[in-house]
């Protein structure tokens, strides 16, 4: 038997064990609480044992998470210091708290003191969270994205010839599928892809992309093992890359020689990976979604982008558009009447924050084709959705932060198309 590594063995039971005191002290928290509004009676013996149950598992936690961060250098320091200290200060307080309840000592301190506890607790979680998963893993998908200005954006392309090739398809790919273990906060193999800066400087191997030579990155050769290899990327348990994404990521490297900078339209790609990564931009629709419509002017195509509306053609030869009017205007009313003109054309429409009322959405409701519609941020009610049922392609529907009740959703239940109905932020 082995126990060089016995103490990386005992670490690795933090994640496991760590669940039991944040359980606990919030149970604690919880019995205080019903217990001040008198939801609970003669609670308090209870409540000392949850205390003292969850300070004890919080020491245990303490010595496993001590042993896991000092199995390797593949955390940041300084979250790492952090984050210990808050868990030895979490309990700490998790055994004042029980003293206090316990003999009856200073009343008055405990309140406060149970709730710096949960503050201490939540601020410790959320640093583990960030050397598990990345500090972006818990706002990455926001309603709300708050500004950090070391993140690196790129301006959504509205036609193929703006896209990056890194910016636009590479860096999705590895925010979906390698930032979780390769961040500033986790950096395993000494390997952050964070940044551009990151990727460059590499890892303990040395160079991440070699430009030019896909097949000699490490990058290429770790995502190409076969499934079951020890050195594959991502590791086995987690969702590995596709075959196109590593096809992309090798054109990246050999023919856009691994620049952040090489647009698409530089690339000589094939046919089948062109229209994957089209797709994927959603400037194609997916096949089964690929419809043709009957040929409209193009004159009524030009007056309406120069009412503001971006237009784009989802397919050549369609005649099936998406349209957003992404400029904020007190005249969006007017200009839906105007849309009316190409309404069995329109496949997705983006009208989002617009105070567009209910008589605007049954204006909507007569555009026949509509596959997407985001009509969030407008302050419409059941009643104007109501009429969106009559929409019989409608697959995907935004009513994120409007007005409408449960009685919306209703109205879908029988809709053969529906797929998704966002509804955050609303009375539902």
């Given at each position: 038997m082995d126990f060089s590594n016995f103490s990386i063995f005992i670490g690795r039971f933090h994640p496991l064990l760590v669940h039991l005191p944040i359980g606990f002290l919030l149970l604690a928290m919880i019995f205080e609480v019903a217990t001040q509004f008198k939801w609970l009676?003669?609670?308090?013996?209870?409540i000392s044992f949850t205390l003292l149950v969850g300070g004890i598992s919080a020491v245990g936690t303490c010595i496993l998470g001590y042993l896991l961060g000092q199995s390797g250098s593949d955390y940041n320091e300084t979250t790492l210091d952090n984050h210990q200290w808050g868990g030895i200060i979490t309990?700490?307080?998790a055994f004042v708290c029980y003293f206090i309840k316990n003999k009856k000592l200073h009343p008055s301190v405990y309140p406060s003191l149970l709730g710096l506890l949960v503050v201490v607790m939540s601020y410790t979680g959320h640093l583990g969270g960030n050397l598990t998963h990345g500090s972006t893993y818990l706002t990455q998908y926001a309603p709300i994205q708050f500004g950090d200005d070391h993140v690196e954006s790129y301006a959504m392309a509205t036609t193929p010839e703006e896209v990056i090739v890194y910016g636009h398809l590479v860096k999705p790919i590895l925010e979906t599928k390698c930032v979780s273990c390769h961040n500033q906060d986790k950096k395993k193999g000494q390997l952050s892809l964070s940044s551009k800066e990151d990727?460059?400087?590499g890892g303990k191997n040395g160079s991440f992309i070699i430009s030019g030579y896909a097949e000699a990155s490490s990058f290429i050769q770790r995502v190409s093992l076969p499934h079951g290899h020890e050195d594959i990327m991502p590791p086995e348990g987690k969702k590995g890359l596709s075959d196109e994404e590593i096809a992309l990521l090798t054109l990246w490297i050999n023919q856009g020689e691994g620049s952040f900078d090489t647009l698409y339209s530089a690339l000589d790609i094939q046919e089948e990976l062109h229209t994957y990564c089209m797709t994927k931009l959603g400037f194609v629709a997916a096949p089964k979604d690929q419809i043709t419509l009957?040929?409209?002017p193009q004159s009524?195509?030009?007056k309406l982008e120069e009412k503001g509306f971006q237009i784009r053609e989802l397919v050549p030869g369609t005649n099936a558009y998406d349209i957003t009017l992404p400029i904020k205007t007190d005249q969006?009313?007017?200009?839906?009447?105007q849309l009316s003109e190409i309404k069995d054309n329109i496949v997705w429409l983006d009208l989002k924050g617009h105070q567009l009322d209910d008589e605007s959405v049954k204006l909507i409701a007569?555009?026949?084709?509509?596959?997407k519609l985001n009509l969030s941020k407008n302050p419409i009610t059941d009643k104007g959705v109501k009429s969106l049922?009559?929409?019989?392609?409608?697959?995907?529907?935004?009513?994120?932060?409007?007005?409408?009740?449960?009685?919306?959703?209703?109205?879908?239940?029988?809709?053969?198309?529906?797929?998704?109905?966002y509804s955050w932020n609303t009375k539902i």
């Open positions: 009676k003669d609670t308090q013996k209870v309990t700490l307080i990727i460059l400087k009957a040929e409209i009524n195509i030009k969006a009313k007017e200009l839906l009447h007569e555009f026949s084709e509509l596959r049922q009559q929409l019989k392609h409608l697959e995907v529907l935004n009513l994120h932060s409007t007005k409408i009740t449960e009685a919306s959703l209703a109205y879908f239940e029988d809709h053969e198309s529906v797929k998704k109905i």
